[in-house]
């Protein structure tokens, strides 16, 4: 599958901004998806990722309760809205396929999949 993330951009600290993720190639409703960032000289990190069929979500603590992850299947979309930004929150956000169907998988290495990945700037 080829994912292709949207949406990035700068923002100040308390906004909000939606990236998206679009997958093509076949259908992805098959597996888990998920959402990582990488800030510069920093490992990529996870952020969040909902399971194959959308009903489970799992979280980063640093995100949680101001970014949310959905999916729709039908249109092979991803989502990840974020509220409440922070200039921690400044990094290189990347969807990704999981290898498994279940959320909560936090290594990179349970993603077979990655998009290229779109810029998110959160200024103070």
């Known amino acids: 599958v080829q994912l292709v993330e949207s949406g990035g951009g700068l923002v100040q600290a308390g906004g909000s901004l939606r990236l998206s993720c679009a997958a093509s190639g076949r259908a992805f409703s098959t597996y888990a998806m998920g959402w990582f960032r990488q800030a510069p000289g920093a490992e990529r990190e996870f952020v969040a990722s909902?399971?194959?069929?959308?009903?489970?979500?799992v979280y980063a603590d640093s995100v949680k309760g101001r970014f949310t992850i959905s999916r729709d299947n039908a249109k092979n979309t991803m989502s990840l809205q974020m509220s409440s930004l922070k200039p921690d929150d400044t990094a290189v956000y990347y969807c990704?396929?999981?290898?498994?169907?279940?959320?909560?998988?936090?290594?990179?290495?349970?993603?077979?999949?990655w998009g290229q990945g779109t810029q998110v700037t959160v200024s103070s």
């Open positions: 990704a396929e999981s290898t498994y169907f279940s959320a909560g998988h936090y290594n990179s290495q349970d993603y077979g999949s």
């Open positions: 909902i399971n194959w069929g959308g009903q489970t979500t």
